[in-house]
C-alpha cells in the first residue's frame, strides 16, 4: 500500500480531523514506517505455529450457577433515601 496524499486526505475525512500540511506530512511518515513494520513480520516463517485463542495460557475456572438467597423489595429499599415501592426515586438528571 503507498501512502500518499489522497489516503492521508481520506483518513483525515474518515477520522473528521483537521490537519495542517506538516501534520500530514508527519503522519505520511509515520505510516510508511508502521508499513514497513508489517511488511518486515509478514517475512516471519509461520509455518507450524497454532493460531492464539487467548493471550494467557491460564485456564479460567468456571463455576457452575446456583441459586441463592436475594434480597427482598423491603430489603433493598430499606436504605434508599427515597423511594416510589418498588422502584428507587433518583435525582432527575436530563432537562427538557
Do not use: C, W
Amino acid at each position: 500500500m503507498k501512502v500518499d496524499e489522497a489516503l492521508i486526505l481520506n483518513l483525515e475525512k474518515l477520522a473528521r480531523l483537521s490537519l495542517e500540511a506538516d501534520e500530514r506530512v508527519r503522519l505520511s511518515a509515520d505510516l510508511e514506517e508502521i508499513l514497513q513494520m508489517v511488511a518486515k513480520l509478514e517475512e516471519l516463517n509461520l509455518e507450524g505455529v497454532e493460531p492464539l485463542r487467548h493471550m494467557s495460557p491460564v485456564k479460567h475456572q468456571v463455576r457452575q450457577d446456583k441459586e441463592e438467597a436475594h434480597l427482598t423489595i423491603e430489603e433493598a429499599l430499606q436504605n434508599a433515601p427515597k423511594y416510589d415501592k418498588p422502584f428507587f426515586t433518583v435525582p432527575k438528571v436530563i432537562k427538557r
